[in-house]
Each structure stands twice: as structure tokens, then as C-alpha cells.
């Protein structure tokens, strides 16, 4: 997995509430297992009107907000089926933080186990982050706990293990090969 230590990025506000997995990736793209090459259908009812024909009214395609890699929403983003391809398919479209009023929990442990950071804020917060420009750069200092815009700073809360497993780069995998030699000593005394 990727480290988040300290990233610097443009974001696009999406600010409806309970926007759920269907809607972030919908069912007919699940038959993949390989977590690449959803990012072209994320939102895919929303951004395109027929055979990927771009709707222009969609904040992602405007022109603007297309390099944008924070995604400013509302409450009860990731709601819906339990689906770990939402999170595949926000990541894989370019978008390393989530900023929302509330997830669901599955979403949410999907996302962190995915290098995904999902950020909790309150309304206020969100409606401030919303109207920055589309330009404007936003720092994420997760050592500092710190969403930093050129105006405003806001806390991040987060549990201290997924803190650390995210500045790390450390997924279930790469946790499990930091023991890789007692493991392999465990084996060889074992056979």
C-alpha cells in the first residue's frame, strides 16, 4: 500500500448525502477482482449519459475539477452493499482522500484498507471546503492530523492504528511480512 504521510492536492465537491456504493460504482462493473480499471465507471450513471458519452453537467467533468484528487461530500457517503470495488474505483480514478460528513462503516474500513483516507468533518467544515476554488491546493498532513487550506486548518480524527498503518504503508499483508524471518524460522523448525 501506498504511505499518506503528508499530501497536497485539488479537490471537487460532490456535496449530496448517502451516496451509496451502487451509485460509486454500479453493479455491472463488479465482475473484475483486480482492484484496477474501475476508476472509468466510478459515478458511471452520473458522468456519462450513454455509451461513456460525458454529461457535462457532472462536477467530474467539468473541465476544472478533472484533476482534482480530494472529493469534498456529504453524510452517509459509501452507504448501501458492503462492495470493496467503491473504494477500488475512488482510488483508481486519482482521489487519495474522501472528505464527508459521515461513512458507512464498511466503506470506511474498505477505504483505509485500500490507502483511501476517509475523513470526517462537520457541516461547517465541509461547506467551507466546498467553496474553496477549484484551483486552490489543500494540504492533508495526517502525522499532524491537519486538513490545511490557504484560509482555514481543521482536525482530523482518527484511530491511532489506522494512523499508523497509513503513514506506513502497511496493509494486513505488508503488517504480517514485517515477521516474514519468524515466520520463516517458525517454518523451517516446524517441517
Known sequence: MEKFTIYK???VP???DNIDT????PKQFLKAIDKK?????????W???KDYEENPDFVLNKPQYRKASLLISGDNFGSGSSREHAAWALADYGFR?????????????????????????????????????SQEEITIDLPHQLIQTSTENFYIEIDP???DKLINGLDDIGITLQY?????????KHQ
Open 9 to 11: 492536492g485539488t479537490s
Open 37 to 45: 480499471g474501475f476508476g472509468k465507471n466510478l459515478f458511471y450513471e
Open 161 to 163: 492504528i489506522w494512523k
Open 180 to 188: 516474514e524471518q519468524a515466520i520463516t524460522a517458525y517454518e523451517q
Open 22 to 25: 451502487d451509485q460509486i460504482i
Open 97 to 133: 482522500a474522501i472528505i464527508a460528513g459521515s461513512y458507512s462503516d464498511i466503506f470506511y474500513n474498505n477505504s483505509l484498507k485500500n490507502g483511501l483516507l476517509p475523513i470526517v468533518q462537520p457541516k461547517e467544515a465541509l461547506k467551507s471546503l466546498a467553496q474553496l476554488s
Open 47 to 49: 458522468r456519462y449519459s
Open 14 to 16: 460532490l456535496m449530496n
